[in-house]
């Protein structure tokens, strides 16, 4: 089969499209025809080599990327019970060993759920990653509530796009920050306020949230706590080292909550974000599409950081993804 590989840790100019051999799904596994794959900022840290103490620490371990994926069941292993060939699912898998970027895979199916009919496969393919960053960052992290100010920093990308659906899907008023270009795009997915950060430091105004879901980290903690009510919550899933140490003492000496969060993939949550899809309560942004054969353009272009959400691998097998 078709995949892209990587051998060695560097930029994207390193990942190489090539043939493989095709799996074999073992027990409890589904071979799934990969539609598409959605990169992500997380691909192109482990391409770097910055995560190469789980990944390899000297060369990588799986020379497949790409977490995200929509596709169809081609096969099934021994005890798979939950899925029959032909079914369109999609997952995440950043817990198991990646494998995105290729005509096939073979994944845990307790990585995947049923994928909601109405959607294509770009659009689904958008999904787990972010989506489930978003939720978990809101509902676990955050202890979201309805009524609540919430205010998504960097609201147009991958995560941000979907916390300010899911916000709102919590009732929350929602106020996003993002640049000039991007303003349009954050009122059509639903934000009450739009915050010009070229315009504006949200941090300075005064203005005050119950809960901030961040995505960027390009504050200080200081300036981040001073937005926040007395009471206030703030998330980051951009990672703030200062938090490793401050979070935790912030905490107890006062009301305030400031963490940081890393997202873990579960069934469970992927079938309640494929449940808002049916209900139209999110719709995901895609950005652009590209072929597998220039998935390191696509890598590129995601790691200027400024996509408007999601960009996809799209293989056009069967004439639309
Ligand atoms: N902890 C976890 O479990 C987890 C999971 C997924 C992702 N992440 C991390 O979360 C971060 C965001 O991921 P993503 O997929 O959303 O990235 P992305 O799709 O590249 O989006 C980044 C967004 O940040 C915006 N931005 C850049 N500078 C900004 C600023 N000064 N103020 C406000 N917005 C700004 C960009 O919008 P403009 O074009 O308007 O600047 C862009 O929309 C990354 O660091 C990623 O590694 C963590």
Known sequence: ?????????????????????KPTPKAGEVLVKIMATAVNQADIHVLSGMLRYSTGVF?????????DIAGIVEAVGENVTQFQVGDEVFGDLSGHGRGGFAEYVAAPASALALKPAALSFAQVAAVPMTALTALQGLRDRGNIQAGQQVLINGASGGVGSFAVQIAKAYGAEVTAVVSTG?????RTIG???IIDYTQENFTQNGQCYDLIFD???????????????PNGIFVTCAFLPAL??????????????????????????????????????????VDRCYPLSETSKALRYVKEGHAQGKVIIIWKRFGSA
Request: charged fraction near 20%; glycine fraction near 4%; hydrophobic fraction near 45%.
């Open 1 to 21: 089969m078709k995949a892209i590989i990587y051998t060695t840790y560097g930029s994207p100019d390193v990942l190489q499209f090539t043939d493989v051999e």
């Open 59 to 67: 060369k990588p371990k799986q020379p497949i990327l790409g977490s």
């Open 182 to 186: 991007k303003i349009e795009l954050v």
């Open 191 to 193: 934000a009450d306020h």
């Open 215 to 229: 995505t960027v980290a390009n504050h200080s903690v200081s300036d981040f706590k001073r937005a926040l009510t």
């Open 244 to 285: 490793l140490i401050l979070g935790p003492w912030l905490s107890m000496t006062g009301n305030q909550k400031m963490k940081n969060m890393l997202a873990k993939a579960n069934q469970a949550d992927l079938i309640l974000l494929a449940d808002l899809l049916k209900a139209n309560k999110i719709i995901p942004v």
